[in-house]
T-cell receptor, first 113, second 112 residues
Framework: GQQLNQSPQSMFIQEGEDVSMNCTSS?????WLWYKQDPGEGPVLLIA?????ELTSNGRLTAQFGITRKDSFLNISASIPSDVGIYFC?????????????FGTGTRLKVLA | DGGITQSPKYLFRKEGQNVTLSCEQN?????MYWYRQDPGQGLRLIYY???????QKGDIAEGYSVSREKKESFPLTVTSAQKNPTAFYLC???????????FGEGSRLTVL
């Protein structure tokens, strides 16, 4: 099945730094979801986006639904050690006629104290 | 607490055996899903169910089977026909077909 292009694949940052990651698709999406997954656990929903251009925050996390409907961005401000984990995006295509979500391959974040 | 409960957390299987993974939700969600997660890949959809007594194949349904006899339960059977069953399996639910996905804690299956 189709997968989203998520980047970067991994990143090491210092505590206190800001983090940015993004997902891009060749298809137009009508919904974007962002998740965080800890090792051996299920993904936890962070932010949901439903409209092009929408900007939504959840604490230190901010996500945006790209204007082209083909991309989305997640920013984490002032990172802390507990931000470590894998961040996934998921999108749902308008053209598919179904509600099936497509998932990115994840961005592995490591925070150095 | 409301949520999605998967069991067992870890499961070992010998080749040729069928195993069933349990998924229960008390969120009163209509739709339920099973995903498979492998290292370096995005989640792949195995089966989904929009309502009780109805389910549809996802992208990688071969070697798997499901049932949806109750709204809150969506068990997944990994059959001996699944050629590479070792993986992390995630159950999810959503209020309806348009809703956000909420995941359980996952079940790790290892074939010996």
């Amino acid at each position: 099945g189709q997968q989203l292009n998520q980047s970067p694949q991994s990143m090491f940052i210092q505590e206190g730094e800001d983090v940015s990651m993004n997902c891009t698709s060749s298809s137009i999406f009508n919904t974007w979801l962002w998740y965080k997954q800890d090792p051996g656990e299920g993904p936890v929903l962070l932010i949901a986006l439903y409209k092009a251009g929408e900007l939504t925050s959840n604490g230190r996390l901010t996500a945006q639904f790209g204007i082209t409907r083909k991309d989305s961005f997640l920013n984490i401000s002032a990172s802390i050690p507990s931000d470590v984990g894998i961040y996934f995006c998921a999108g749902r295509e308008i053209s598919s006629g179904t509600y099936k979500y497509i998932f990115g391959t994840g961005t592995r974040l490591k925070v150095l104290a | 607490d409301g949520g999605i409960t998967q069991s067992p957390k870890y499961l070992f299987r010998k080749e040729g055996q069928n195993v069933t993974l349990s998924c229960e939700q008390n969120l009163n969600h209509d739709a339920m899903y099973w995903y498979r997660q492998d290292p370096g890949q995005g989640l792949r959809l195995i089966y989904y169910s929009q309502i009780v007594n109805d389910f549809q194949k996802g992208d990688i349904a071969e070697g798997y089977s499901v049932s949806r006899e109750k709204k809150e339960s969506f068990p997944l059977t990994v059959t001996s026909a699944q050629k590479n069953p070792t993986a992390f399996y995630l159950c999810a639910s959503s209020m309806d077909v348009n809703g956000e996905l909420f995941f359980g804690e996952g079940s790790r299956l290892t074939v010996l």
